[in-house]
Nanobody, 114 residues
């Protein structure tokens, strides 16, 4: 079973950037389609971006053009580069399979301030 640990969150001003990382254990990571998800206070968890094992990507409309998902299979890591951050991007960010099939990690908090 692949397990994930997210990192890279923090406090950033609107318009700033952050890069999230998701380190996965397990030798079969490379065959998984992976995704980044987020959950804001009082809201349901939503998918933000996805990447297939072959590197094809897709994004939620709200982040398209601002966020970039990538993966390094040799390092068992998935990244989320977030640029032009907005207040509404504030949330706990998680990674998981796409669709989700793994135990959820702790997530990493992203807070965007004005």
């Amino acid at each position: 079973q692949v397990q994930v640990v997210e990192s890279g969150g923090g406090l950033v001003q609107a318009g700033g950037s952050l890069r999230l990382s998701c380190a996965a254990s397990g030798s079969i990571f490379s065959i998984y389609a992976m995704g980044w998800y987020r959950q804001a206070p009082g809201k349901q968890r939503e998918v933000v971006a996805g990447i297939t094992s072959g590197g094809s990507t897709n994004y939620a409309y709200s982040v398209k053009g601002r966020f970039t998902i990538s993966r390094d299979n040799a390092k068992n890591t998935v990244y989320l580069q977030m640029n032009s951050l907005k207040l509404e991007d504030t949330a706990v960010y998680y990674c998981n399979g796409n669709p989700p099939r793994l135990d959820w990690g702790q997530g990493t908090q992203v807070t965007v301030s004005s």
